[in-house]
Nanobody, 121 residues
Framework: QVQLVESGGRLVQAGGSLTLSCVPS????????VAWFRRVPGKDREFVAA????????YYGESMEGRSTISKDAAPNSVSLQLSRLKPEDTAVYYC??????????????WGQGTQVTVSS
C-alpha cells in the first residue's frame, strides 16, 4: 500500500515555470514506476511523464514533451516534475501515481489527491 502527497501547484503566468513534488506518506517508491498525469478541465486524464525508480529511465507524453522534466530528488524517496514555458492550456490538476508501467494509466493502482496548476494568460 502506497499513499502519495503532491505539492507545488499554484497560479503562474504564461511562460513561467514551477516544480511539483510527490512523496509517499506511506510506502516507498523502490522498484516502482512513478508517473505524473494531468486532468485538463473537460478532458480525460493524460500522461505527462514517468520515471523508472530502478534504472532512472524516463518517459514523456506528447502534451508537455520538451517542457517537462521528471527526476528523483536529492531528498530520499521523492520525485519532482519541473514544468517550463507553461501555457494556459496546461491548466489542470496534476496527479502523481505509483506502481504501474510507463504511460499506461490503467496500470497505476496508487494515486495522490492531485495539485492544481493554473496558468494565466
Amino acid at each position: 500500500q502506497v499513499q502519495l502527497v503532491e505539492s507545488g501547484g499554484r497560479l503562474v503566468q504564461a511562460g513561467g515555470s514551477l516544480t511539483l513534488s510527490c512523496v509517499p506518506s506511506k510506502g516507498t517508491f523502490r522498484m516502482y514506476f512513478v508517473a505524473w498525469f494531468r486532468r485538463v478541465p473537460g478532458k480525460d486524464r493524460e500522461f505527462v511523464a514517468a520515471i523508472n525508480w530502478s534504472d532512472d529511465k524516463t518517459y514523456y507524453g506528447e502534451s508537455m514533451e520538451g517542457r517537462s522534466t521528471i527526476s528523483k530528488d536529492a531528498a530520499p524517496n521523492s520525485v519532482s516534475l519541473q514544468l517550463s514555458r507553461l501555457k494556459p492550456e496546461d491548466t489542470a490538476v496534476y496527479y502523481c501515481a505509483v506502481g504501474g508501467v510507463s504511460s499506461f494509466i490503467d496500470s497505476y493502482p496508487y494515486w495522490g489527491q492531485g495539485t492544481q496548476v493554473t496558468v494565466s494568460s
